[in-house]
Each structure stands twice: as C-alpha cells, then as structure tokens.
C-alpha cells in the first residue's frame, strides 16, 4: 500500500510509522516542518517525509499528487487539550480547517484514497449514564476548546462521505500514552519528574494538578495497531471507539510509578482553577471496533508505566564524555 500519514512527526504518528514500518508498504509522512525530530531520525530509512502546511491548500494538492496515496491515516492538528484554554483560535485552525482544507485538497485532485480520521473520546465529555461508559452513540458534550474542534471535525469527516462522497473512516481514541509523550500530559510528566528526581535535577517532590480523575488509558503501541485493521475492515462513515473500556484513577497511576522509583519521594497536589471544567471520568465501550476487526488492547498497564519511566531515565542519562582519538 502506499500510505501518507499527516502529522508524522507526532507521538502517535511516530509510533504508527514503527508499526508500519515493519510491513511491505511504501510510506510517507506529512509534517508542518518536515525534519524528522532526533527520537525519530531512524524512521527516516522507511518514511519519505515531506513538509506542508493543512491550511496551504496548492501544497496539499502538490503532495497528494505526488504520492497518490491508497490509504490516507489524518493525526494532523493541535494536540493539547490544556493549552487550548489560551490557544483556542489556532487549535480550532488547526483541527477543524485544516481538516477541511486536506479534504478539499483531496477532492480538487480527483483522487479517492481510503481515509482514516483520527478523532477522540473527549468529543463525549461526561457519559450520558452517570458512572456509564460512551459508545459511538453517546451524546458529544466537549468540555474543552480541543476537544470542541475535534467535535466538529469529526462531524465534518462524517459529511465529506455523504458528499462528495470521500471514503472516510472515523477512529476515536481515549486515552493513549506510551514512551515519547510529551511532558505536558500528566502520566509523561510525572515520570519525568522521577527521572529527575533520581538523577538529581530537582527535588524529590513530585507537583502535580488534580489526582481524582479517572481515565480510560490505553498503551499508544495498542492504539495504533487498530488503524490498518480499520482501513481493511471499516465501513464508509462510521465511527470506531479505540479504548481498554476501563479506567484508572490518575493518583493511583501516579503510585504505581513512585513504587518504580529509585528514591523515597513526596507528592505536591495542587489543582489548577483553569481545568474544573474539564471531563472527570471517561470510559470507552469499543465493542464496535472489537467486533469489526477483532482488536483488543494486550499491553498491560504495569509494562506501559515502566516503559515509560524508562524512557525518561535514558533522557536524564547524560551522554558519555567525548574523547578524541
């Protein structure tokens, strides 16, 4: 298959295209700055990247000329839901019109790739049941600007297949971490903290916001496995949920990482006003995806939290000292 990835360099794309990678197609990735970032260089052997702007619409119709792509997986846009309080005209940009820009672009070349559209759980906001789960059925109730765009970029999605009639496929992904998240997401940012704790480079205290949330989590490497299982199987225009269909309250993750530290350490809660607004509790019913193409998530919790932690140790490890020959 040839393949083009939109927003290749991110921490899903990335772990999408190692996945790839290791399968018989010819890959492409799409990014706004089109350089590979230094954790990423090795997939520059199996990926031609290339660089494009979602709202530069002649740039788009040039790449996907180019690459003629048969499969088409969207990850491009704004990622971050806590920023998007203060960045809410480009996450909005970013998710719903550069979404329609791509769209459009794919139109005007007279292509008609198979299209997976990343969308996520947070579209739901609370269950429409009290302590329920959400199905694709569930009422979009977004708590935050990022998950309001997504909302409707995933609506949009759903449009561009009554017409013009683009052949898309929509996947909604809970919550999905792994190694090389970013530190601006809670579960990274507490290892992170434990890294640099153990080696030193701050207090043995770990700050964090507001513990009690409870969130369907499930390991990135899981989450992207589902993405070519939907392409083969999905049907035009529906909708999928990606998640374990099992929460964790986020203090108790928190726990079970300073169980894995290398030192005693003390925990600072302090609870931002900016984010009471933000969902408490989500849960994934993915039956639906499950039935369609037999996907599950098999990483275990535990594996997920040391492989992360891990990686933050290998970041805080200073390099060897450099001797002249």
Avoid at 26 to 50: D, F, I, M
Avoid at 243 to 260: A, E, H, N, S
């Amino acid at each position: 298959m040839r393949i083009l990835v939109t927003g290749a360099t991110g921490f899903v794309g990335g772990h999408l295209l190692e996945r790839l990678a290791g399968e018989q197609h010819q890959l492409y990735g799409l990014s706004r700055r089109g350089r590979w970032p230094s954790e990423l260089t090795h997939l520059a052997n199996h990926v031609s990247l290339l660089q494009a702007e979602l709202a530069d619409l002649p740039r788009l119709e040039a790449v996907l000329s180019q690459v003629r792509p048969e499969w088409l997986i969207h990850l491009a846009g704004y990622a971050n839901p806590a920023r998007s309080y203060a960045d809410t005209d480009q996450c909005w940009q970013d998710n719903l019109h550069g979404t329609r820009m791509l769209y459009e672009a794919i139109v005007r070349t007279g292509l008609r790739p198979r299209i997976l559209f990343v969308s996520t759980g947070l579209i739901y906001g609370e269950p429409d049941e009290p302590g329920g789960s959400c199905d694709e059925r569930t009422t979009f109730k977004p708590a935050t600007p990022y998950a309001a765009s997504k909302a409707a970029a995933d609506i949009l999605s759903y449009q561009y297949t009554r017409y013009p009639g683009l052949d898309i496929i929509r996947i909604r992904l809970f919550n999905q971490i792994g190694p090389r998240q970013s530190a601006d997401y809670a579960i990274a940012n507490f290892a992170r903290q434990i890294a640099a704790a153990e080696t030193g480079r701050q207090q043995p205290i770990i700050e964090t916001g507001d513990l009690s949330a409870q969130r369907d989590i499930t390991d990135v490497r899981d989450m992207v496995a589902a993405f070519p299982l939907l392409l083969v199987h999905g049907r035009t225009g529906e909708a999928y949920n990606a998640g374990r269909g099992q929460t964790f309250r986020v203090g108790d993750l928190l726990q079970q990482l300073i169980q894995m530290a290398r030192i005693p350490l003390q925990v600072r809660e302090r609870i931002q006003t900016q984010r009471t607004s933000d969902t408490m509790v989500t849960k994934a019913n993915a039956r639906k995806l499950h039935e369609c193409t037999g996907w599950e998530p098999r990483i275990p919790m535990q594996q997920t939290l040391e492989d992360i932690l891990n990686y933050w140790r290998r970041r805080m490890t200073p390099p060897p000292p450099y001797t002249e020959r």
